[in-house]
């Protein structure tokens, strides 16, 4: 149970909490195959197949991984090398990232979202905090938000401990003060609980909890969690 006299801050994952992720990133995918069809048809031919687009991609990650939490430098190095195997000018790489990075930003917030981070904010910091690249500016709601920390910008990702107590420090608040939100049970709420602070997991699709730490609520709506803070 939430012990809302220990709030000073709240931090928020973004990609499944905040809005669905996997439409997205379908539709950058899509916008992406499109601008290479009109300028690196090969290419778009090449990435047109799941195989071949999922080799390209192992085969960079296993290149870079000090790269493994900059998914934005992978997906453009991805594009690079695809577009040099199919003898089209790599140098497309940065036009072409930008028009699926365009795209993976072009979210639909889920319908509580915008009123829940109104509120929210008129209340505490907030501090986002996510594994992926999405831009909080781009999609919008950066006035809403403190701070905003992802694994790709601080060099490690959930559940490491350092990110979450970054992401206190950025609040300017300690840990056990911080209200942690989001959907994923190990990556948000387990390692929120490990870093002292208080989480609230967002079960938007019934999913059932299995593991012996609990969340201190769960909530199937931000709109929920407001309704926990008085009026």
Request: net charge negative; proline share 7%.
């Amino acid at each position: 149970m939430l012990d809302l006299t220990l709030i000073k801050a709240i931090t928020l994952d973004l990609d499944d909490t905040l809005w669905p992720v996997w439409p997205a990133i379908a539709r950058a995918e899509q916008a992406l195959l499109d601008w290479l069809a009109r300028h690196a048809p090969r290419t778009a031919a090449l990435q047109a197949q799941p195989a071949a687009r999922h080799e390209i991609r192992e085969h960079v990650n296993g290149l870079h991984p000090e790269l493994k939490h900059n998914l934005s430098a992978l997906r453009s190095k991805a594009i690079r090398l695809a577009l040099s195997r199919s003898g089209e000018d790599p140098d497309l790489a940065e036009p072409a990232f930008e028009i699926f990075f365009a795209e993976r930003n072009r979210v639909t917030l889920f319908g509580d979202v915008p009123q829940s981070l109104e509120f929210l904010a008129g209340r505490f910091p907030l501090v986002a905090l996510s594994n992926g690249n999405a831009d909080i500016q781009r999609i919008g709601i950066g006035p809403y938000f403190k701070a905003s920390l992802s694994a790709q910008q601080f060099g490690v990702g959930k559940p490491d401990p350092r990110i979450f107590r970054a992401a206190a420090t950025a609040a300017g608040v300690q840990p056990h003060e911080v209200l942690h939100v989001g959907d994923d049970a190990a990556l948000d709420v387990l390692a929120a609980l490990a870093c002292g602070m208080q989480t609230v997991w967002v079960n938007r699709t019934d999913h059932p909890w299995t593991h012996p730490a609990q969340p201190h609520e769960t909530v199937t709506t931000l709109a929920e969690l407001c309704q926990l803070f008085p009026a």
